[in-house]
């Protein structure tokens, strides 16, 4: 699902213009990057939480084995689903198994 079929599925279902739904969710994205890259916790209750973590930085090599490269510490984002999300995915597997 992109972004845009958020914006019309919304936009039948709340009865608003599919400008206004697209202002809102603009909104809304924007203010979830702004709060996870300035270290805040987003929580949505009962969906999930995005959060800032800081990965550790790590020692590679190419793979011809040759150079070797330092990847130095970064912050990224993660986003953690809630219980209900997690159960709602163990019920998709169930009913569609892969093998």
């Known amino acids: 699902m992109t972004k845009q079929d958020l914006v019309d599925r919304l936009s039948v279902g709340v009865g608003l213009s599919?400008?206004?739904?697209?202002?809102?969710v603009d909104g809304m994205l924007v203010l979830?990057?702004?709060?996870?890259?300035?270290?805040?916790r987003v929580e949505l209750r009962r969906f999930g939480v995005w959060k800032p973590v800081n990965r550790k930085g790590r020692h590679l090599r190419t793979p011809d084995g040759v150079h070797e490269i330092d990847l130095p510490d970064r912050p990224t984002a993660v986003f953690v689903p809630a219980a209900e999300f997690r159960a709602r995915m163990s019920e998709l597997r169930q009913r569609h198994p892969v093998h």
Do not use: C, F, L
């Open 32 to 40: 979830v990057m702004e709060a996870v890259s300035g270290g805040e």
């Open 18 to 24: 599919k400008p206004e739904v697209q202002a809102v």
